[in-house]
């Protein structure tokens, strides 16, 4: 069946550093692509989505670009903030399985002053 | 607007008692999901409805588990009895069709109900 793997967390890091969350997937079809992202005490919020191949999702300054050649859709950020301090679900939809979410493992990440 | 609103936010019960947690989706979203996140794994979905018809509930875990979403609205989701392995946290999410469909219809997310079973 279809699933997600991300990187095992927690990733610490400094201020300014940039980040990469690297998510690989296994489909059966074409899926729509996601990350999302929980803040302390919060629920998910949508950060950035890709729905077809070479796309690049972007928000906040965060990106990721749907590779289906190496069936990817890694996070990266050029310049952390202390306020980006979450953790990051990565997640597809399979078009024909009424939108059904299939996360990975979720990465958390801290940002330090 | 309104966001998913979930109740309650936490709740602790025993094992063997019933709890009913609930969820109350944007206005005119007639799609409606269930997930679960067990201890740090990744989350889980349970069901979809369709306004009030369960449209995929293939990833409701045992018949302990009964959801349901009256005249379309609101849902709810009774576990009866709880079992120590149901700990965790439990997200409603809803959006506005088509289902997913091709352009991947975002989810709104609820803020979840952690829901410890001692």
């Known amino acids: 069946g279809d699933s997600v793997t991300q990187m095992e967390g927690p990733v610490t890091l400094s201020e300014e550093a940039f980040l990469t969350i690297n998510c690989t997937y296994t489909a059966t079809g074409y899926p729509s692509l996601f990350w999302y992202v929980q803040y302390p005490g919060e629920g998910l919020q949508l950060l950035l989505k890709?729905?077809?191949?070479?796309d690049k999702g972007s928000n906040k300054g965060f990106e990721a670009t749907y590779r289906k050649e190496t069936t990817s859709f890694h996070l990266e950020k050029g310049s952390v903030q202390v306020s980006d301090s979450a953790v990051y679900f990565c997640a597809l939809s399979e078009n024909n399985q009424g939108g059904k979410l299939i996360f990975g493992q979720g990465t958390e990440l801290s940002v330090k002053p | 607007e309104a966001g998913v609103t979930q109740f309650p936010s936490h709740s602790v019960i025993e094992k063997g008692q019933t709890v009913t947690l609930r969820c109350d989706p944007i206005?005119?979203?007639?799609?409606l999901y269930w997930y679960r996140r067990v201890m740090g794994k990744e989350i889980k979905f349970l069901l979809h409805f369709v306004k009030e018809s369960k449209q995929d509930e293939s990833g409701m875990p045992n018949n302990r588990f009964l959801a349901e979403r009256t005249g379309g609205t609101y849902s709810t989701l009774k576990v009866q009895p709880a079992e120590l392995e149901d700990s965790g946290v439990y997200f409603c999410?809803?959006?506005?069709?088509?289902?997913?469909?091709?352009?991947?219809?975002?989810?709104?997310f609820g803020d979840g109900t952690r829901l410890s079973i001692l």
């Open positions: 206005s005119g979203h007639d799609n």
């Open positions: 999410a809803s959006s506005q069709p088509p289902e997913g469909g091709p352009l991947g219809q975002p989810q709104h």
């Open positions: 890709a729905t077809k191949a070479d």
